[in-house]
């Protein structure tokens, strides 16, 4: 029988790549040949022509930075070391880290042809941006368990590679990716939703054939202080923008948002607006853009000195039909600008 080859390419961020920590998370790609650091601990599993030929580096900071830069070289990288087989992390629950081996888990696979794996704890927020396009196996939240976790990944790796059929993300490790498969079940629908429901109200386990959402917990902030001296923005996902749409923002599933200016506005004219939004009767907005960003009142807000002083742009997106990860990639980013800003408090209204 032929010895069956694989080779191997690990990618690691600066810190588990032994570049150093925060102070090494801007350096570039880099790639290194053999194992390093986390890629040793597969040495026990693997098998005889299996091999990590080479690690590819790089930090978290510049992958979060250029991110279509930055993975366009790690695929020339990877695509250099001519590997069957691209393991990424695991991520444990470090953010950055996370989403920079999932963005290179999908690129590699689209543009190389090749199994890419990768793994990270529950709330790594790179689960729910890539889970759908990436294997992505579940991990602790910390690295007390590399050696086994490198391994689990190894194993969904060897069967991708070789083709073989990939079974229950329950069986096999991995987070569900919302596909259905088709399958012969020994009972009828009805009779398993009587079985698990006999089994919830006995204390049983049981495990439902639907996946729910699940949303992380959201700490409230803390209050404003005293509003009279605040800076408050108004934002909104109701799809409010000046004529023309000058930011191109889509009817559903927005990937963009949007800043206007209203210094020295007291008042919305119904000329200078259109909604871009497809989820609900958009015509009482068109007839007063005030219903929707409420700048006239926030103007008697503003001098009646309830508030310290109104924001000199609304922000606008459009939230029909979209991902739960990509609002929150919007809300980041708007997030991000209005701390810029130096707002205090945002007035968010919606449909």
Known sequence: MAERRLRIVHFLNQMFGGLGGEEAAGVGPRLVEGAVGPGRALAPALADGEAVVATVICGDNYVAERTEQAVGELVALVRSAAPDLLLAGPAFNAGRYGQACGALCQAVSAELGIPAVTAMADENPGVELYHRDVYVVRTGDSARQMASDMAAML???????????????????????????????????????????????????????????????????????????????????????????????????????????????????????????????????????????????????????????????????????????????????MAEHLRAAGVDAVILTST
């Open 155 to 333: 194993r969904l790796g060897r069967k991708l590679v070789a083709g073989e059929p990939i079974g229950r993300p329950s069986v096999e490790g991995y987070f569900p990716r919302g596909r259905v498969v088709p399958e012969i079940a020994p009972k009828s629908a009805a009779e398993r939703a009587v079985d698990m429901l006999l089994a919830k109200l006995r204390g049983e386990p049981y495990e439902s054939e639907v996946r729910l959402p699940r949303f992380r917990p959201i700490p409230a902030p803390p209050p404003v202080a005293d509003l009279r001296r605040a800076r408050v923005a108004l934002v909104t996902d109701g799809g409010l923008v000046p004529r023309g749409n000058p930011d191109q923002i889509e009817f559903r599933a927005a990937t963009k948002w949007g800043s206007y200016p209203i210094a020295g506005v007291n008042d919305l004219a119904s000329a200078d607006y259109e909604v871009v939004h497809g989820g609900y009767d958009t015509s009482l907005v068109k007839e007063d853009p005030d219903r929707l960003v409420p700048v006239d009142a926030a103007r008697d807000l503003e001098r009646a000195g309830a508030i310290g002083e109104l924001y000199d742009h609304f922000l606008s997106t459009t939230g029909l039909a979209n991902p739960l990860d990509n609002s929150r990639r919007l809300g980041r980013e």
